[in-house]
């Protein structure tokens, strides 16, 4: 049995003399083309020999040679066997000792049919540009519409993005390469310049293998962050009782021994007025937000409604200290409401690196971070505002190593 090799392609499909080039060189190690695809060539193992190779280009529908025999036969009577194609490109072999006649000897006239590819590659070029430019808009717009650049980054795939961007910015840039790579061949060939049968395609091939191999390590790392964002990214009813959580605790605020759990909404069987969710990004490898709620029966508000205190927990450890100061920055602007920034004092401890409170009659509000690890906590009830910065500066060491 013939044994089948694919090999990436050494460089863009309209590098013609590279391809031709490239195929000779392969079938006198005995690989000889079988097909073409956009990225890789599929070869069959067999003898070495001395073989010529040609591409014909042509956008025509009418001169599809994979389903015109005709022309195939005409080809085939000329010494050239048309071997496969892939969009616009055909290619023919010959053995050397056939001495088949060149398929083309006026360079003027085989410019003439690049000119429809030239305009396809223009179309495709625009096109590629304008779907580039929307999907960066869409793919951006967060960051920009919130203000919170990093706080995004970080709640959302950043892999994915990068990927995503660097994909349509290449695919953009090399649409617009062709097109205007193909416009300097036609021109060469009309001023009588043919194409280079024997041109070299080594020099090209390292730079395509190498960004084939940085294409792949992105998607390994893009799979890697998608796999860390499904194991981490869990959502569980928070424990009753004292836990290991960096979360802070109403049993830990709230002193009355008759605090009790109160029920807020359940989703498949998850209570997520009393839950813990835990996260994963690449800048924030560690992430709780969590949600409690409590009630202590029999005790009233001032206004008469039943006292049910609660407490909103986010916290986050991250890869890289420096961002701590401009998260907590954008903690603030995501949580503020509208409200004045007067409302917001920061108070020297020698517990944080830095520590910012809002309180009202009935929340208190405490953004800080201590080297890598950012804290937010939103608390309604009557514990004052010491209690409350005690346990967020408790909570932070669960987290801090």
């Known amino acids: 049995m013939n044994k089948i090799i694919y090999k990436l392609r050494p460089c863009d499909e309209w590098r013609i003399g590279e391809h031709e080039s490239w195929f000779q060189d392969m079938a006198k190690k005995g690989l000889h083309l079988v097909k073409l695809g956009r990225q890789f060539a599929k070869f069959k193992k067999g003898e070495p020999a001395e073989m010529r190779y040609r591409i014909e280009v042509s956008a025509d529908f009418d001169m599809n040679f994979d389903k015109n025999e005709e022309m195939k036969y005409l080809y085939r009577e000329n010494g050239w066997d048309y ?31 690049l000119k429809s590819l030239w305009k396809k590659h223009i179309v495709s070029s625009l096109f590629s540009l304008g779907a580039a430019l929307i999907m960066l808009l869409i793919g951006f717009f967060p960051w920009f519409i919130n203000k919170t650049p990093i706080l995004t980054l970080i709640e959302t795939s ?5 990927f995503l961007s660097i994909t349509y910015i290449y695919y953009t840039y090399s649409s617009l390469k062709a097109a ?31 960004i084939a191999f940085i294409y792949i390590i992105m998607v390994v790392a893009l799979i890697a962050s998608a796999l860390g964002t499904i194991k981490m990214g869990t959502t569980k009813e928070l424990p009753l009782g004292d836990t290991n959580l960096p979360v802070v605790r109403l049993s830990d605020i709230e002193k009355s021994s008759r605090l009790v759990r109160k029920t807020a909404y359940t989703y498949k069987n998850i209570d997520y007025g009393n839950s813990i969710r835990y996260g994963w990004s690449p800048l924030a490898p560690k992430q709780y937000i969590s949600e409690e709620t409590g009630m202590v029966p029999g005790e009233i508000e001032i206004d008469g409604r039943e006292y049910l205190p609660s407490v909103q927990t986010r916290v986050y450890k991250l890869t890289l200290p420096f961002l701590a100061d401009k998260l907590a920055e954008e903690l603030i602007m995501r949580h503020n409401r509208g409200i004045n920034a007067k409302d917001y004092r920061s108070i020297d401890d020698l517990r944080f690196d830095s520590l910012i409170i809002r ?36 909570r932070m060491s669960f987290v801090s190593h």
């Open 158 to 162: 950043l892999f994915t993005q990068i």
């Open 83 to 113: 071997v496969t194609g892939y969009g616009d490109f055909y290619v023919f072999s010959s053995p050397n000792e056939l001495d088949a006649p060149e398929l083309h000897t006026d360079s003027a006239e085989q410019a003439y049919t």
């Open 359 to 394: 309180e009202s009659s009935n929340m208190k509000e405490v953004f800080a971070y201590r080297n890598n690890v950012v804290i937010y906590v939103r608390y309604s009830g009557k514990a004052d505002m010491s209690t409350l910065i005690e346990n967020v500066s408790y």
């Open 180 to 210: 205007i790579s193909i416009r300097i061949l036609q021109k060469s060939m009309s001023e009588g310049r043919p194409i280079n049968h024997n041109a070299s395609w080594k020099k090209h091939k390292i730079i395509n293998d190498a």
